[in-house]
């Protein structure tokens, strides 16, 4: 019965027809040229991942075990020497006390306490500290000697790979040759060096094999940095008299580690025990546990796969490439030499499979031959079943275009073509009234559109009058704000000045009225010594002039507000001129000294550290803008702060002039820092700003003046550093920093790398 049905279906519906005679073709042959390009896909790539995986994994293993295993090396050339000199004849315990001075917490160091530590010379002397408790004997005395003079011989040598080279006693006596850092000389009284792991992984219990041993990574919160250490056991006569080391700062191989990553991969350190080195998103977790975070104690199930995995059984391939069990990715496993951690880059198979899905489109041109074969076979059954028939319908539809309705169709057909035919005799008839009926529509539709058009017109204007209030609105309130300023200023002497002339007046009219009786009469009369008495003339005399001094005094207040609002918007020269940059910055300070003011909070303090300036070429009102944008932004950032503060330093550097204006609030995000000289970029709330001061202050900096205006985030507070030349074209190096990417760079290069244990 149901195929019957089918059957009969097929052969009424022209459609149907069609459909089965194009459709389950062309989608079998498209399905069967997708899956075989898409698995051909997938299986050479993942061989080309897992090629690339392995020349990766082994130029950086390479690469990253260099300095561990040159450290190793360079220990072992300097123990044997070491050995050497202490088998010679032992050192004049003479020289030992007159280098070491007892200093006021019982240790000895060599260098007096009271003297500057920039006097000790740091290239070429190892520092050295004696802890107060330890038993000081000639033989002992001779030994550090000894140790002080191989660390300042081999600190040399060894100083453009490593920041320090250090030679320890068992009995807490460090001898350490680190020129950024006089260890030595900076360590507090309790330091114990024998009591810290590098001190313990040298004794003999812990280290029964006497070989050299690397410490476990751990970070030192003074220089902020973390770092391993390699220690090297030193025995002599059948005892353990001290240990060798340096200290190898690893933040540039964490920061490599997760910054160069292969594409779309992530890279993960750890120790042999299960110790966490490096990991893209646990770096906090690492640093908040001191550097003692195991993959057991984390809630990560791939990682501790590959950690099982690394435990197995080892094998002969230094460069393992293995599969998730689970399917989720590819592991890439090596060891960096030295202290043998386990490097894994793990690569996510799902972005294989998108690679393989976006490989498939030569599928297209398999799509497009298909599409061929479609029209071809299209073709013949329309011509067929369908062009034949709708020929006939077409001549119809041109009769009645020529107002001939009067047209025969075949009516009986059992498909579509048939019921078609009914249709469009049905539709004949109604055809005039729908012409008729369409005129109408098209008069009112002439009508709707005219009117919306209308209204579009008006909403249009509406919004330009609104943007146009806008930006008046800010102007006048910039403009409002400034106006507020300097009325204050200027209402306090104007004020002053008035009060006093009543006084003045008055004075006067009773000294001339005086004057006048005293010239009546013919002799000093008693009336006119009244007089005198009555308006205490003594005291007039007496303050009168100190009056008038008063009232120059106000006036000369107004004068010198009038002299710093001219000297800031620079009327008297618009053009390129020398001028005096403290002048500019004092002028807009005087201008925001009411906003420094804040009411009823403490005032906001300035602390200026102005240099040795000489006169720069510049646009001077345009720098004076700049520099009210720049000291408005950091009132705006103190506004929540109590004891706030902006400091202003001016330095000359070479041709260039540099002017910093910080401030201790609390600061900008660093992910925010690289678009804040962006247009309209603003951190403020909606309606307190627009975002053009700093990129409108970038723009005079850098294309009036040539220089730059960067921004770095201080540990309290925001900095912005402008450099400008001193003559326009003159001296401005472009290579410098004209982000904050780079900026940052730069600084770090110009910092003394400290690095103590």
């Not at 990560?300 to 590959?306: M, Q, T, W």
């Not at 074969?373 to 539809?397: Q, W």
């Not at 009516?411 to 005799?425: C, I, K, M, N, V």
């Not at 247009?679 to 202050?697: D, P, V």
């Amino acid at each position: 019965m149901l195929r019957s049905n089918l059957k009969e279906r097929l052969r009424r519906s022209l459609t149907l027809k069609t459909m089965a005679w194009l459709g389950f073709p062309v989608v079998g042959i498209s399905t069967f040229a997708i899956a075989v390009v898409y698995f051909y896909t997938l299986h050479t790539g993942e061989a080309q991942i897992r090629q690339d995986l392995r020349r990766h994994l082994q130029d950086r293993s390479a690469h990253d075990s260099e300095v561990f295993q040159l450290a190793e090396v360079n220990q072992q050339i300097l123990k044997q020497d070491l050995m050497e000199r202490l088998a010679q004849p032992p050192e004049p315990t003479q020289r030992f006390d007159q280098q070491m001075s007892r200093w006021s917490d019982g240790t000895l160091r060599n260098f007096p306490q009271k003297q500057d530590l920039k006097l000790f010379p740091a290239l070429k002397k190892s520092t050295v500290l004696v802890g107060s408790q330890v038993q000081l004997t000639d033989k002992l005395k001779s030994q550090i000697l000894t140790f002080e003079a191989v660390t300042s011989q081999y600190g040399r040598a060894f100083y453009s790979r490593y920041d320090n080279t250090w030679v320890n006693s068992s009995q807490n006596i460090s001898v350490d040759y680190r020129p950024k850092t006089l260890w030595g000389l900076e360590a507090t009284a309790n330091t114990d060096v024998t009591q810290e792991e590098y001190g313990q992984l040298a004794t003999p219990a812990k280290n029964p094999s006497r070989s050299s041993q690397w410490t476990s990574l751990y970070f030192d919160a003074v220089p902020a940095r973390w770092m391993v250490s390699l220690v090297t056991p030193v025995d002599y006569e059948g005892k353990h008299i001290g240990t060798i080391g340096n200290d190898i700062v690893v933040n540039d191989l964490m920061e490599v580690t997760i910054r160069d990553a292969f594409p779309h991969s992530r890279n993960v350190i750890f120790q042999q025990d299960g110790l966490l080195i490096v990991h893209p998103n646990r770096m906090d977790e690492i640093k908040a546990s001191g550097g003692k975070l195991k993959l057991q104690s984390i809630n990560d199930p791939e990682l501790k796969r590959i950690y099982d995995q690394t435990r197995s059984a080892p094998s002969t391939d230094p460069i393992q490439i293995i599969k998730d069990p689970k399917g989720k990715s590819f592991w890439a496993i090596t060891k960096i030499k030295g202290p043998d951690w386990i490097w894994v880059t793990i690569y996510p198979q799902s972005d294989l499979v998108l690679k393989a899905i976006e490989q498939t489109l030569p599928l297209i041109v398999l799509g497009i031959l298909a599409l061929f074969l479609e029209l071809f076979l299209l073709y013949r059954v329309l011509r067929r079943n369908v062009h034949l028939p709708l020929f006939k319908l077409s001549a119809a539809t041109r009769a009645i275009e020529r107002g001939d309705f009067e047209v025969e169709l075949d009516t009986q057909r059992p498909d579509e073509l048939g019921s078609l035919a009914r249709s469009f005799s049905s539709m004949v008839s109604q055809l005039q009234t729908s012409f008729s009926q369409l005129e109408t529509y098209n008069e009112t539709l002439e009508s709707q559109v005219q009117e919306r058009t209308q209204e579009l017109s008006n909403t249009l204007t509406n919004l330009q009058q609104t943007q146009r209030q806008l930006i008046q609105s800010e102007k006048m309130s910039s403009l409002g704000e400034m106006v507020a300023g300097i009325a204050h200023e200027v209402n306090n002497p104007i004020g002053f000045v008035h009060g006093n002339l009543e006084y003045a007046e008055t004075y006067v009219r009773q000294l001339l009225e005086h004057i006048a009786l005293y010239h009546e009469s013919d002799s000093l009369s008693e009336a006119v010594k009244a007089n005198a008495e009555e308006i205490d003339l003594a005291f007039i005399q007496t303050d009168l002039p100190k009056l008038l001094a008063s009232m120059k005094m106000g006036t000369d207040r107004i004068q010198e507000i009038v002299l710093s609002l001219r000297n800031f918007s620079r009327l008297d020269g618009v053009e390129l001129k020398e001028a005096n940059l403290h002048e500019g910055l004092d002028s807009t300070l005087l201008i925001l000294n009411h906003r420094l003011k804040r009411p009823p909070k403490t005032p906001i303090a300035v602390e200026k550290h102005y240099g040795q300036l000489q006169l720069v070429q510049c646009y001077p009102g345009l720098l004076n803008q700049v520099f009210m944008n720049l000291m408005g932004n950091a009132i705006d950032a103190l506004e929540s702060v109590e004891d706030a503060k902006i400091m202003i330093t001016t330095r000359l550097l070479n041709e260039n002039v540099e002017i910093e204006i910080a401030d201790n609030g609390s600061g900008i995000p660093e992910s925010v820092i690289p678009d804040i000289f962006n247009s309209f970029f603003t951190t403020k709330e909606i309606g307190k700003g627009t975002g053009l001061g700093l990129s409108i202050s970038h723009q005079i900096i850098t294309e009036r003046h040539g220089g730059s205006i960067v921004c770095r985030s201080l540990p309290q507070g925001t900095a912005f550093v402008i450099t400008i030349p001193i003559r326009l074209g003159v001296g401005f190096d472009s290579a410098q920093p004209t982000n904050m990417a780079q900026f940052t760079k730069t600084q770090n290069r110009g910092v003394s790398g400290v690095e103590p244990r």
